[in-house]
């Protein structure tokens, strides 16, 4: 595998429900990103990680928890989600040589709260 | 704060048609300029970086230039498989990105 691969790249759930995002990165990158993507609105960083360590969390909700067990793997845990959660949500790997500018994004996670 | 606008929203060329898609920022200093093309139902894929007015990068028939206000993305004799939405992002005073929400583009054959 190469890239940056998420899954599920669809998710449909409830308010009540309890998933993960889940993100592999196959790059030897040392730092992780989610994004969140809504229609007609810029990338929302939501959470940065560089060498494991939590470095950036863009004033998220409780509601979305991430997790960083290793490099080359990323998780977000969702938890009574709003309907206002609903959105691509995008993962994205990059080098801290290369600074912050140039990510390599997964396909994302299309998330539905119904 | 960093600041970032493109115009327009949407945009639809005839292939062959050339045109450009314009990036405005403000930012209190500039560390970068980003431009990345998103496909439907993709993840955004990086095109260029541009660090000082003047700059100019290209990729194919895309160029890429830089002043002190804003970048543009000129797309020279453009084919339907450029259609995409392209997206600019800085990196000024912000630890990270500030993107734009992006200029969807339509080539018609």
């Known amino acids: 595998e190469t890239g940056v691969t998420q899954t599920p790249r669809h998710l449909v759930m409830g308010m009540t429900n309890k998933k993960s995002l889940k993100c592999e990165q196959h790059?030897?990158?040392?730092?992780m990103y989610w994004y969140k993507q809504s229609a007609k609105k810029p990338l929302e960083l939501m959470f940065v990680?560089?060498?494991?360590?939590?470095?950036e969390n863009n004033s998220v909700p409780s509601r979305f928890s991430p997790e960083c067990p290793n490099s080359s793997h990323l998780f977000l845990h969702l938890h009574t989600l709003q309907p206002e959660d609903s959105a691509l949500y995008l993962c994205?790997?990059?080098?801290?040589?290369?600074?912050?500018?140039?990510?390599?994004f997964g396909e994302g996670s299309r998330l539905t709260v119904l | 704060e960093d600041q970032v606008t493109q115009s327009p929203e949407a945009l639809r060329l005839q292939e062959g048609e050339s045109s450009s898609l314009n990036c405005s920022y403000t930012?209190?200093?500039?560390?970068?300029l980003f431009w990345y093309r998103q496909d439907p139902g993709k993840g955004p894929e990086f095109l260029f970086t541009?660090?000082?007015a003047g700059e100019e990068k290209e990729k194919e028939r895309l160029k890429a230039t830089l002043t002190k206000k804003e970048s543009f993305l000129h797309i020279t004799a453009p084919k339907p498989e450029d259609s995409a939405t392209y997206l600019c992002?800085?990196?000024?005073?912000?630890?990270?990105?500030?993107f734009g929400s992006g200029t969807q583009l339509t080539v018609l054959p």
């Open positions: 994205a790997s990059s080098t801290r040589d290369r600074g912050v500018g140039e990510l390599f």
């Open positions: 790059l030897g990158h040392n730092a």
């Open positions: 990680y560089s060498l494991e360590e939590r470095v």
């Open positions: 930012v209190s200093g500039l560390r970068g």
């Open positions: 541009l660090y000082s």
């Open positions: 992002a800085v990196h000024g005073s912000a630890r990270q990105l500030t």
